[in-house]
């Protein structure tokens, strides 16, 4: 069943999880350089919501920040090193998309409702399972090197 629902309905619903109403204004078409420009200030836009707005972001981005580096300066081969930095980065990606996902459900509505509460769980579920990838990839090709070099100096 359908309902529809007043435009107050939907206004109280935005400005009780925080974000303003856009008002539509018909789509432009960019193209070449100025498409590209347009496309990264809509990301920084989307980083930047998602910084504000949800602190499991925040932790990840703080854990990115000391293990990117680590990548980088562990010995390992290059595939290695790109499948530990991809791990990570994966995180953060899943992470920006469950963002969206729960931001699109409070938009719709802040009733609790059985497909906004699977969508939800889908979207954490999502974030769980690049986590276990993250955890692998990294126990993997750093765990014999942790092991190697706990052996060598106890």
Partial sequence: ??????????????????HAERTAKPAVKRSGLLRGLFALRHSRDGIAATWREESAFRQE?????????IAFAVHVGAAERVLLAASVLLVLLVELINSSIEAAIDRIS??????????????????TVA??????????????????????HL
């Fill in 1 to 18: 069943m359908v309902r529809s629902r007043s435009s107050s309905a939907t206004s109280s619903a935005s400005e009780k999880s925080g």
């Fill in 131 to 152: 986590i276990v990838i993250g955890l692998l990839t990294w126990g993997v090709i750093c765990g014999p090197l942790a092991w190697d070099w706990l052996r060598a």
């Fill in 61 to 69: 981005v703080c854990v990115a920040a000391v293990l990117l580096p």
């Fill in 110 to 127: 802040l009733e609790r409702h059985e497909l906004s509460g699977r969508a939800k769980d889908c979207g954490s579920a999502a974030v």
